[in-house]
């Protein structure tokens, strides 16, 4: 594997993870302010940086109602926000650090359906770097250049979500449980 034609083999580990945003399924908050939960890995501060990643996140809006908005305490482990808020928190952390791969694992799950199409859309508008998406949702991964798809962790089949529909039995089911006819 190579990351702008190094292979990782070559790089510390302290680099190889810098070059690297990862979101997991359950985001992960730290206690201190929402400043400090977007900005965190991020080297240089940056205010316009943090507003840009919570935009592209979906957070402003709820970032702003908040009395003391970015200055907002956030508790440890984020419970005094929802699973959503605190996902997207996550997802800014990540935007934020500027990294040259981005790993949602599963990382939408928790966004209702019209938050993750906004979310998806600006990154892929506004994020050009490497993005790797695991997800159970067929619309999360729909408009991906390559989709993987796993069965008891063997790979059953790669393509775009067209060719998939013609050539594999597992992505053909998985799609007909979560989409409609004219969606397919």
Same mark, same amino acid.
């Given at each position: 594997?190579?990351?702008?034609?190094?292979?990782?083999?070559?790089?510390?580990?302290?680099?190889?993870?810098?070059?690297?945003?990862? #979101?997991?399924?359950?985001?992960?908050?730290?206690?201190?302010?929402?400043?400090?939960?977007?900005?965190? %890995?991020?080297?240089?501060?940056?205010?316009?940086?943090?507003?840009?990643?919570?935009?592209?996140?979906?957070? +402003?809006?709820?970032?702003? +109602?908040?009395?003391?908005?970015?200055?907002?305490?956030?508790?440890?482990?984020?419970?005094?926000?929802? %699973?959503?808020?605190?996902?997207?928190?996550?997802?800014?952390?990540?935007?934020?650090?500027?990294?040259?791969?981005?790993?949602?694992?599963?990382?939408?799950?928790?966004?209702?359906?019209?938050?993750?199409?906004?979310?998806?859309?600006?990154?892929?508008?506004?994020?050009?770097?490497?993005?790797?998406?695991?997800?159970?949702?067929?619309?999360?991964?729909?408009?991906?250049?390559?989709?993987? #798809?796993?069965?008891?962790?063997?790979? #059953?089949?790669?393509?775009?979500?067209?060719?998939?529909?013609?050539?594999?039995? #597992?992505?053909?089911?998985?799609?007909?449980?979560?989409?409609?006819?004219?969606?397919?």
């Amino acid at each position: 594997i190579k990351i702008d034609g190094i292979d990782i083999k070559d790089l510390r580990q302290e680099d190889l993870h810098s070059t690297m945003g990862y #979101v997991p399924q359950k985001g992960i908050l730290f206690g201190g302010s929402i400043k400090g939960n977007i900005l965190f %890995g991020n080297d240089e501060y940056d205010d316009q940086v943090m507003i840009e990643a919570a935009q592209i996140a979906q957070a +402003e809006s709820f970032i702003e +109602e908040m009395e003391d908005r970015y200055d907002h305490n956030i508790s440890q482990g984020g419970t005094n926000v929802s %699973g959503g808020q605190r996902q997207r928190l996550s997802i800014a952390r990540a935007i934020a650090k500027n990294p040259l791969i981005y790993i949602f694992d599963d990382s939408f799950s928790a966004l209702d359906y019209r938050t993750d199409q906004k979310l998806r859309k600006l990154l892929d508008e506004k994020i050009h770097a490497t993005k790797l998406i695991v997800a159970q949702r067929i619309n999360t991964i729909r408009y991906a250049d390559q989709i993987i #798809v796993l069965d008891q962790g063997t790979i #059953v089949g790669k393509g775009t979500h067209q060719e998939l529909l013609k050539s594999c039995s #597992v992505y053909q089911e998985i799609a007909s449980s979560q989409l409609t006819k004219e969606e397919m």
